[in-house]
């Protein structure tokens, strides 16, 4: 079955720098990729989507790169702040409308 | 708009009791989903509705928990008799997506059931 490994340990960055949150997979490429932000005691939050034949998709500060042929996309926050903080979920989408989730990296940017 | 719609937030129980969660999803999605997230893990798909039918329910533990989408709008999900595993949140997502076309998914607040 389909495994989506994110990096566990969390992530501590200072203000100002740019954070790089990474997301492999085993087995066949997802149609789509999505990436989540969820908060303490709230719902995840969508992001951002990435589909098999693009290579890099961008909004504001925001940057996912996916690729298939190393079975991993990256998601990057430049010019991260305090209030990027928070818990980032990648989820695989095998074109079904069926969303499998990575455990997701937790995101501490210190001011 | 209006968002994902969840109660309660917070639920206690004994196990072997029976627990129910109701969600409302936002107007005019046909798709719905409950997810079970552990502490410290990714959300995981329990079932799929798109309108009133079920599309995948294949990692619902169908001994103890059921879900139900009256009329493709409002759902609940039951859990009966509740284990010391189930303790986790409940969320509830929607999208506009059907016939399987992918789309964002938003997501309600949760419920977080602790099971003693």
């Known amino acids: 079955s389909q495994k989506i490994e994110q990096n566990s340990e969390a992530l501590n960055i200072q203000e100002g720098k740019t954070a790089t949150l990474t997301c492999n997979y085993t087995n066949y490429s997802p149609a789509y990729l999505q990436w989540y932000r969820q908060d303490p005691g709230r719902g995840p939050v969508f992001l951002l989507l990435?589909?098999?034949?693009?290579k890099e998709k961008r909004k504001e500060r925001l940057k996912v790169t996916f690729d298939t042929t190393l079975k991993q996309s990256l998601f990057h926050i430049t010019a991260s702040q305090p209030a990027d903080s928070a818990t980032y979920l990648c989820?695989?989408?095998?074109?079904?409308?069926?969303?499998?989730f990575g455990q997701g990296t937790t995101l501490q940017v210190k001011p | 708009e209006a968002g994902v719609a969840q109660s309660p937030r917070y639920k206690i129980i004994e196990k072997r009791q029976s627990v129910a969660f109701w969600c409302n999803p936002i107007?005019?999605?046909?798709?719905l989903y409950w997810y079970q997230q552990i502490l410290g893990q990714g959300p995981k798909l329990l079932i799929q509705f798109q309108n009133n039918g079920v599309v995948d329910d294949s990692q619902l533990p169908k001994d103890r928990f059921s879900a139900e989408r009256l009329k493709g709008v409002d759902s609940t999900l039951k859990i009966q008799p509740a284990k010391l595993e189930d303790s986790a949140v409940y969320l509830c997502?929607?999208?506009?997506?059907?016939?399987?076309?992918?789309?964002?998914?938003?997501f309600g607040p949760g419920t977080r059931l602790t099971v003693l």
């Open positions: 997502a929607s999208s506009l997506a059907s016939g399987g076309r992918v789309s964002e998914q938003f």
């Open positions: 989820a695989l989408d095998m074109n079904t409308g069926k969303l499998i």
């Open positions: 107007s005019g999605h046909a798709t």
């Open positions: 990435i589909r098999e034949n693009e």
